[in-house]
């Protein structure tokens, strides 16, 4: 009976302890911090996991290092950033001169890219195939004609200006878009890079 006991609580307990692994394993365990909303200035965020809002999907996970600011802006957007700007007019100035947003698309992947080249205050240029978090897009330089470019029929929270870099992504089946800005361009793209790594996109 004694040894019966044993090992239904050894079985027991390895059950229990294997539930505790799974949030931290698809991160969202008690260390990864959800974050915040802020519609004016983003706040800094300190080190460590963050996951988007509930209502942001695909969820996305991420993890950041020091002095980076950011905020999820509305359901289908968010932003991180990092780097001084001098006085800052905007949410976007506020994030830094290294600059991540992420937007939720409604059209799907491949219509998203046929509308985005097909822009004319805009040259999309060769796109080139990259993986984020373990799933497929592709990405573009693409060269603005004038102060910026909006992108009608793609996503109405975001404007592209010159020398950033466009990341379509297709997780599963939901379209995403990373616009990264980096002001001077040859400065920190290491840290972008970094911050992509860490993206995931759990269930």
Not at 109 to 115: E, G
Not at 155 to 160: A, H, Q, V
């Given at each position: 009976m004694n040894s019966l006991f044993h090992r239904v609580a050894v079985t027991v307990g390895a059950a229990l302890l294997a539930l505790l692994a799974v949030p931290t394993a698809l991160g969202v365990g008690p260390e990864v911090r959800t974050l915040p909303t802020d519609f004016i200035r983003p706040p800094r965020l300190e080190p460590g996991t963050y996951q988007t809002r509930p209502a942001f999907v695909p969820r996305t996970t991420f993890t950041l290092g020091e002095g980076w600011y950011g905020a999820q802006e509305?359901?289908?957007a968010w932003c991180v950033g990092k780097g001084s700007y001098?006085?800052?007019?905007?949410?976007?100035e506020a994030l830094g001169r290294i600059r991540i947003c992420v937007f939720r698309l409604g059209?799907?992947?491949?219509?998203?890219?046929?509308?985005?080249k097909a822009l004319t205050t805009l040259t999309a240029g060769p796109s080139m195939p990259i993986r984020?978090?373990?799933y497929p897009g592709v990405s573009f330089h693409a060269a603005v004609h004038g102060?910026?470019?909006l992108l009608p029929g793609i996503?109405?929270?975001?404007?592209?200006l010159p020398g950033g870099e466009q990341i379509f992504l297709n997780v599963r089946g939901k379209a995403v878009l990373l616009g990264i800005e980096i002001s001077p361009r040859t400065h920190g793209e290491a840290a972008v890079r970094g911050v992509l790594r860490t993206m995931r996109f759990p269930p």
């Open positions: 509305t359901h289908s001098p006085t800052p007019a905007s949410f976007r059209p799907r992947y491949s219509t998203a890219i046929s509308r985005f984020v978090g373990g102060k910026r470019s996503t109405p929270f975001f404007d592209l």
